[in-house]
T-cell receptor, first 113, second 113 residues
C-alpha cells in the first residue's frame, strides 16, 4: 500500500535558521503530494502542493519539489520565524481517490527567538 | 466563505457509550472525509462520503460509521466506545475536481474514560 515517511522530530531551530524536513513516499503511479501545517489547537491547513514530477510547490517562504526519481518531497524554508512553530505533515493522494489521503507521522518544529 | 465546522469541539464519554460527531463542509464541497488523529498512530483515514454515498473506507472496525445528508453535512458515530477511541477526530471537505487538497475543521476531541 501507500505510505509516507517523514524525518523524525522534534526539530528545534533558532530564528532565521534554514529548515529542511525530509519526506519520502511509497506509492505506485503519480500521486499528488502535499504539505499541511497544524498549529496548536487547530486542524490541518494546506501549506503547499505539487501534482506532478518536478513541480515545485511554494507558499509563505516554504518550498518543496516533487522528485519522482527519489520519491521525495522535502520541505524547505530559508529563514524560519517563531511563528512557524507547528506540526508539519507530508501527505499523498490520488486524484481518483482524492478524499482519501495518506499522511506521514508529522514533524514538530519549534523555533526559538 | 465559512470554513469547515465541527461540533462538538470537546466531549467526554465513558466506555460502552456511543458518540455522534457532526461536520459541516465548506459551501459547495460535496466530499467529506473523516480522520482520527492520535499521538501513537498519527492521522488515520476513517471514511469519505460524496453525494450521500460512502466512496472510500479505511481500516476501522464496524463500530465506526458515518453518513452524509443531502446538504453535504456529515456525521460520524462511534458505538460501544473503548479507551483507545480517545482521539482528535478531524473532518475535511474537498471540492470536486480539485487535485485533492483537503480543508480541515478544528476537530472534535473525544476523551473516553
Amino acid at each position: 500500500g501507500n505510505s509516507v515517511t517523514q524525518m523524525e522530530g522534534p526539530v528545534t531551530l533558532s530564528e532565521e535558521a534554514f529548515l529542511t524536513i525530509n519526506c519520502t513516499y511509497t506509492a505506485t503511479g503519480y500521486p499528488s503530494l502535499f504539505w499541511y501545517v497544524q498549529y496548536p489547537g487547530e486542524g490541518l491547513q494546506l501549506l503547499l502542493k505539487a501534482t506532478k514530477a518536478d513541480d515545485k510547490g511554494s507558499n509563505k517562504g516554504f518550498e518543496a519539489t516533487y522528485r519522482k526519481e527519489t520519491t521525495s518531497f522535502h520541505l524547505e524554508k530559508g529563514s524560519v520565524q517563531v511563528s512557524d512553530s507547528a506540526v508539519y505533515f507530508c501527505a499523498l493522494t490520488y486524484n481518483t481517490n482524492a478524499g482519501k489521503s495518506t499522511f506521514g507521522d508529522g514533524t514538530t518544529l519549534t523555533v526559538k527567538p | 466563505k465559512a470554513g469547515v465546522t465541527q461540533t462538538p469541539r470537546y466531549l467526554i464519554k465513558t466506555r460502552g457509550q456511543q458518540v455522534t460527531l457532526s461536520c459541516s463542509p465548506i459551501s459547495g464541497h460535496r466530499s467529506v472525509s473523516w480522520y482520527q488523529q492520535t499521538p501513537g498512530q498519527g492521522l488515520q483515514f476513517l471514511f469519505e462520503y460524496f453525494s450521500e454515498t460512502q466512496r472510500n473506507k479505511g481500516n476501522f472496525p464496524g463500530r465506526f460509521s458515518g453518513r452524509q445528508f443531502s446538504n453535504s453535512r456529515s456525521e460520524m458515530n462511534v458505538s460501544t466506545l473503548e479507551l483507545g477511541d480517545s482521539a482528535l477526530y478531524l473532518c475535511a471537505s474537498m471540492q470536486q475536481g480539485s487535485t485533492g487538497e483537503l480543508f480541515f475543521g478544528e476537530g472534535s476531541r473525544l476523551t473516553v474514560l
